[in-house]
Structures are given as structure tokens and as C-alpha cells.
């Protein structure tokens, strides 16, 4: 499968524990987003970050969350110390350039009890 | 921050009928993005509009683009029960894209 990969497909974490949600993306992609989805919301940008670096986080919380994306390896969504809010459904998508299109991946749907 | 609003926000068709999804925007942009997404699904990429006046069809969908207006159209021709789904249109403007709120499609047989 040559789409965007995330995993896990559901996280279930409990208040205070720590979330890690990973994502690779398209061979050859190094443009990755990361979105964050309500209930019948719309998506919100997080993240982007381009290998090794992060372009713009406007997007993300200034607390318990960070993003990398290593020269080697996925990229890393970390959510510390979950609280009940932060269940949602995660995307990540990737893009060869800038302005095209992204690819998501099929989500990680984080439950916090 | 750019704000994208669609309407309507849920839309009851029935099959063989047609119907228009709107999709306005605050600021000047020029890439417009519809996706399509499926109840616990991912998003998939429908149609990519880079110019004022740009129209795309793909079987019974199509998508244009008024970039003066700031507003962008998905319109529908004889709806099937296929095309139940979500709607959203994506806004690009620097290094973020911005979702609207998604049009929930449901076609009645």
C-alpha cells in the first residue's frame, strides 16, 4: 500500500497518560500535515512540517502537544497528560509539494477515559 | 484567520435530482480543494481548482471556482445513492489548508 499510513487506527488512553500517533507518508512525500476532526466537524490544521522540520504550528496547542518528523522514520503526533477534550479523530496527510493536493490517511481515533 | 463556510450543512436529496453546494471563503486565495469523506473514513481528493473561473467535472460532480466572489460550487447532477457522503471544500493560502464545516449528503432512493 502505497498511501499515507497511520497507526494506530484507535487509541484508547486514560486522563494524564500519553498519546503517540504516528503517520508515513507517501513514498517520495515530504510535506506532512497533521489535522485534528471533531464530531461532524470540519477538519483543523495542526502541523506542517517538512523532514526535520516544523514549517508552521500555528495550528497546535501551545501545551502537552508536539510534532516531529524525523530524517528516518514516521512522523509523530505526541499529545502529553490527555484530557477528555482531546478525543477526536487525528489526520495526517501528505503532499509531493507544497500546493498539491494531500493524501490522508485513514485517521487515529483517540478515546480518553 | 481565513474562514470557509459551506452550505447547506445537510442536504437531503432525492435520487436523479440535482442540487448545488456552496463553499465561500474570507480571503483572497487562489487553490480550492473539494474532498469527499465517508462515515469513519478518510478523505479523498475530488477535485484541485488553481484559477479564477476554473470548472471540473468528473462523472457527476463538478466544481467551479470564482475567485472575485470568493466562492467555489460542487454542483450534482441526478443524484445516486453512491454519492451519500460528506463534502468538503479546502481552502489554500500559505502553508495550511482551510476545511469548511463539510455538507452532509444523504440521497434517497
Known amino acids: 500500500n502505497a498511501g499515507v499510513m497511520q497507526n494506530p487506527r484507535h487509541l484508547v488512553r486514560r486522563r494524564g497518560q500519553e498519546a503517540r500517533l504516528r503517520c508515513s507518508p507517501m513514498?517520495?512525500?515530504?510535506?506532512v500535515y497533521w489535522y485534528r476532526q471533531l464530531p461532524e466537524e470540519g477538519l483543523k490544521f495542526m502541523v506542517y512540517?517538512?523532514?526535520?522540520?516544523?514549517?508552521?504550528e500555528s495550528g497546535m496547542p501551545k501545551e502537552r502537544f508536539s510534532a516531529e518528523f524525523p530524517k528516518e522514520g514516521p512522523s509523530i503526533l505526541r499529545i502529553q497528560q490527555v484530557v477528555r477534550g482531546d478525543s477526536a479523530a487525528y489526520f495526517c496527510?501528505?503532499?509531493?509539494?507544497?500546493?498539491?493536493?494531500?493524501?490522508f490517511g485513514d485517521g487515529t481515533r483517540l478515546s480518553i477515559l | 484567520e481565513l474562514k470557509v463556510e459551506q452550505n447547506p450543512l445537510f442536504l437531503s436529496m432525492q435520487e436523479g435530482k440535482n442540487y448545488t453546494i456552496y463553499c465561500n471563503y474570507s480571503t483572497t486565495s487562489d487553490r480550492l480543494y473539494w474532498y469527499r469523506q465517508d462515515p469513519g473514513k478518510s478523505l479523498e481528493s475530488l477535485f484541485v481548482?488553481?484559477?479564477?473561473?476554473a470548472v471540473k467535472q468528473e462523472g457527476r460532480l463538478m466544481a467551479s471556482l470564482d475567485t472575485k466572489a470568493r466562492l467555489s460550487t460542487l454542483h450534482i447532477t441526478a443524484a445516486v445513492h453512491d454519492l451519500s457522503a460528506t463534502y468538503f471544500c479546502a481552502v489554500g493560502t500559505g502553508n495550511q489548508f482551510y476545511f469548511g464545516t463539510g455538507t452532509s449528503l444523504t440521497v434517497i432512493p
Open positions: 481548482l488553481l484559477s479564477n473561473g
Open positions: 512540517l517538512q523532514k526535520e522540520n516544523i514549517i508552521d
Open positions: 496527510a501528505s503532499s509531493l509539494y507544497p500546493n498539491q493536493p494531500q493524501h
Open positions: 513514498k517520495g512525500h515530504s510535506h
